[in-house]
């Protein structure tokens, strides 16, 4: 018997929807990517959105649309995939870190707004920050907000785990307390569309800048020209772009994953419901999912009250086949990040966090039998 941390559930109506467009005419840069950025954009309750290969390519977009310049700073949390981290510096900006709360695991705006008093006075105040929805609930979303009037820096919520997921009945993604929202759809995440990603905006200016840069910086709408145009072959390249398009064929996986959202989302949230009632809690601490917030529930993460426990628990349930993770190594503990001048002790909430934290396996397709193994395992490694 083995049981992932986390698997996708593709259904035959999926497969079919993929075929359809195998068989079409247009197989990328047809209708069906528009299509799927409409459905996303009606569900989530944003005005635009811009589909592209992955949620890294999202976010990567999401910062060039805000205009980083060279040397201006973008804070996130360690608690997030390095990704995250990594555009900013592939778009040339400087990373920093904001300490989790450790209830939530997501950024504490307390802290966040502790560190932008003392970065205004040291001239250091960020261009953007970039929350992250760990597992599936919302960050502090209002109070970042509030936060970003007073200290005047642009909000991309990362959302690669909160697809259909709310804060205060607002769903995340209507961008009410951000400029842009960027969704993961890599096959471990809420719904998939094998790789791919979208950013979601209320903005037509920063959509557009993001859709150009997805294809090149070319633009083919006549209105957009700068020179002149003098025939029915003219485009015009007016930014450095990438290619960081989906295909009609993702797009396809991705409408028809969408229509069982609600029902994943259900699904995911009775799973970790029983975790909750099952568990022992002598030694563990359960995930806490705030008043007003409804939960994707992308992962279910335990901590373990004893630090000693983590990897003997650990060792022992994949040792019997049972899919555990861990979410996430502090990106500013990575070699990587070391070598830019962070290390442990930076961020002490985040670092205790990862000291105790054990992701458990949770998706639509497991059984409350497969359930029931993976709980007794772990409240037996206790007797
Ligand atoms: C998965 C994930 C990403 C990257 O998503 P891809 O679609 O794989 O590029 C970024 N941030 C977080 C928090 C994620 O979980």
Same mark, same amino acid.
């Given at each position: 018997m083995k049981i992932p941390y986390g698997k996708h559930d593709i259904s035959t109506s999926d497969v079919e929807a993929v075929i359809q467009v195998l068989t +079409? +005419? *247009?197989? %990328?840069?047809?209708d069906t990517v528009p299509l799927f950025e409409q459905e996303i954009c009606s569900v989530v309750g944003a005005r635009e959105g811009v589909a592209v290969n992955s949620a890294t390519s999202a976010i990567h977009l999401a910062i060039l649309a805000l205009d980083l310049q060279p040397g201006e700073f973008v804070w996130t949390t360690p608690? %997030?995939?390095?990704a995250t981290a990594n555009c900013v510096l592939h778009c040339g900006g400087k990373i920093d870190f904001v300490d989790i709360d450790p209830s939530t695991f997501n950024m504490c705006s307390k802290a966040l707004e502790v560190k932008l008093i003392n970065a205004k006075k040291t001239n250091n105040s960020p261009k953007i920050v970039i929350p992250v929805h760990m597992a599936g609930q919302s960050a502090d979303m209002k109070e970042i907000y509030n936060l970003s009037k007073k200290y005047g820096f642009k909000v991309i919520e990362d959302a690669s785990h909160a697809i259909g997921a709310s804060i205060n009945d607002e *769903?995340? &993604? +209507?961008?009410k307390y951000s400029d842009i929202t960027v969704f993961s759809f890599h /096959? @471990?995440?809420?719904? =998939? %569309? &094998?790789e791919g990603g979208i950013a979601v905006t209320n903005s037509a200016d920063l959509a557009r800048k993001m859709r150009m840069l997805r294809s090149? &910086?070319? =633009? *083919?709408?006549q209105k957009d020209f700068e020179f002149s145009e003098n025939g029915g072959w003219y485009y015009e390249m007016q930014s450095l772009g990438f290619n960081f398009r989906m295909t009609d064929i993702q797009a396809a996986l991705g409408l028809s994953q969408l229509s069982r959202l609600t029902d994943f989302i259900k699904k995911r949230n009775i799973l970790a419901q029983r975790y909750d009632k099952f568990l022992d809690q002598n030694n563990i601490i359960l995930p806490h999912v705030r008043a007003g917030m409804k939960s994707a529930f992308h992962l279910y993460i335990i901590k373990l009250?004893? @630090? %000693?426990?983590k990897a003997n628990l650990f060792s022992e349930l994949t040792s019997s086949g049972f899919g555990v993770n861990v979410?996430?190594? /502090? @990106?500013?503990?990575?070699p990587f990040y070391r070598k830019l001048g962070f290390g442990f002790g930076d961020f002490p909430k985040s670092e205790d966090y990862y000291a105790r934290a054990i992701t458990l396996p949770l998706y639509p397709q497991l059984t409350f039998e497969e359930q029931d193994l993976v709980i007794n395992r772990i409240n037996g490694f206790f007797k």
């Open positions: +079409s +005419s *247009k197989i %990328t840069q047809g608690i %997030t995939f390095a *769903k995340i &993604g +209507s961008c /096959p @471990v995440k809420i719904i =998939t %569309t &094998g090149h &910086g070319i =633009t *083919k709408l009250k004893n @630090v %000693t426990d979410h996430y190594i /502090p @990106v500013h503990t990575h």
